[in-house]
């Protein structure tokens, strides 16, 4: 059975930092390629990062970049999202997502097929 669980959500102020861990088991890890999605409610969920099979490449939306980091640890089956300098428009809910992905846009939510429950993340002003 496939399993994708987030943690390490929570309240945090604004400026302040989080790291966000995704486990997974039941799927052969290193086929996948690794995202991590928003939802704010009333809005549509979208990509924030996502990661490569291998981890040599990443992926950001263009508002998180160079606050965000992604990186994955394909021995422990594992995917991390770094987040610095919150701000009250991160606040969501967070999902890990993993997708065999060949061709397609790594943000796009379409090309991932297994998803987490989430973990929220709320950023206070």
């Known amino acids: 059975q496939v399993q994708v669980v987030e943690s390490g959500g929570g309240l945090v102020e604004t400026g302040g930092s989080l790291r966000l861990s995704c486990t997974t088991s039941g799927l052969t890890f290193d086929d996948y390629a690794m995202g991590w999605f928003r939802q704010a409610p009333g809005k549509e969920r979208e990509g924030v990062s996502a990661i490569s099979w291998s981890g040599n490449n990443t992926f950001y939306k263009h508002s998180v970049k160079g606050r965000f980091t992604i990186s994955r640890n394909n021995a422990e089956n594992t995917v991390s999202l770094q987040m610095s300098s919150l701000e009250p428009e991160d606040s969501a809910m967070y999902y890990c997502?993993?997708?065999?992905?060949?061709?397609?846009?790594?943000?796009?939510?379409?090309?991932?097929?297994?998803w987490g429950q989430g973990t929220q993340v709320t950023v206070s002003s």
């Open positions: 997502a993993a997708g065999r992905i060949r061709f397609g846009d790594p943000l796009n939510p379409s090309e991932y097929n297994l």
